[in-house]
T-cell receptor, first 114, second 111 residues
C-alpha cells in the first residue's frame, strides 16, 4: 500500500537557519502530496500541497517540489523563525486509485532557538 | 480557523464506557474523515463518509462506529473503552480527493 517516510526528528535549529525536512513516498501512479503543521495543543493545518509532478507548493516562506523521479517532497524554508516551532507531517492521498484518505509520515518535531 | 468544529475538546471516562465525538464539517464539504493520533501509532485513518454514506474504512476497531447525518455533521461512537483508546481524535472535511481541513480534535482519556 501507499506509505510516507519522513526524516526522524527532533530537529533543532537557530533562528534564521535554513530548514530541510526530507520526505519520500511509495505509491502507485501520481498521488497528491501535502505538508501539514501541528502547533502545540492544536489540530493539523494544511501548509502546502502539490498535485502533479514538478509542481511546487509554497506558503508562509515554506516550499516543497513534487519530484516523481526521486519520489520525494522535501520541505524547505530559507530562514526559520521561532514561531515555526511545531511538528511537521508529510502526507499523501491517491484519489485516482480510490484512496482519498491521508497517509501520513511519522512527523518531524522542529524547535527553533532564538 | 479551519471551519471544522469538534466537540467536546476533552473527554475523560472510565474503561468499559461509551462516548460520542461530534464533528461539523466546513460549509460545502461533503466528505468527513476521522483520524486517531496516538504516540505509538501516529496518525491513523479510521473512516470516511461522503454525503451520508460510508466511503472508506481504515484501521477502525469493531467497537468503534461512525455515521454522517443529513446535515452532514458526523459522530464517532467509541464503546467498551480500553486504556489503549486514549488518544487525540481528529475530524477533517474536504471535497473528495482534495486537501482536507482538520478540526481542533477531541482528547480522550480513558482511566
Amino acid at each position: 500500500g501507499d506509505s510516507v517516510t519522513q526524516m526522524e526528528g527532533p530537529v533543532t535549529l537557530s533562528e534564521e537557519a535554513f530548514l530541510t525536512i526530507n520526505c519520500t513516498y511509495t505509491a502507485t501512479g501520481y498521488p497528491s502530496l501535502f505538508w501539514y503543521v501541528q502547533y502545540p495543543g492544536e489540530g493539523l493545518q494544511l501548509l502546502l500541497k502539490a498535485t502533479k509532478a514538478d509542481d511546487k507548493g509554497s506558503n508562509k516562506g515554506f516550499e516543497a517540489t513534487y519530484r516523481k523521479e526521486t519520489t520525494s517532497f522535501h520541505l524547505e524554508k530559507g530562514s526559520v523563525q521561532v514561531s515555526d516551532s511545531a511538528v511537521y507531517f508529510c502526507a499523501l492521498t491517491n484519489p485516482n486509485f480510490g484512496n482519498e484518505k491521508l497517509t501520513f509520515g511519522t512527523g518531524t518535531r522542529l524547535t527553533i532557538i532564538p | 480557523d479551519s471551519g471544522v468544529t469538534q466537540t467536546p475538546k476533552h473527554l475523560i471516562t472510565a474503561t468499559g464506557q461509551r462516548v460520542t465525538l461530534r464533528c461539523s464539517p466546513r460549509s460545502g464539504d461533503l466528505s468527513v474523515y476521522w483520524y486517531q493520533q496516538s504516540l505509538d501509532q501516529g496518525l491513523q485513518f479510521l473512516i470516511q463518509y461522503y454525503n451520508g454514506e460510508e466511503r472508506a474504512k481504515g484501521n477502525i476497531l469493531e467497537r468503534f462506529s461512525a455515521q454522517q447525518f443529513p446535515d452532514l455533521h458526523s459522530e464517532l461512537n467509541l464503546s467498551s473503552l480500553e486504556l489503549g483508546d486514549s488518544a487525540l481524535y481528529f475530524c477533517a472535511s474536504g471535497l473528495a480527493g482534495n486537501e482536507q481541513y482538520f478540526g481542533p480534535g477531541t482528547r480522550l482519556t480513558v482511566t
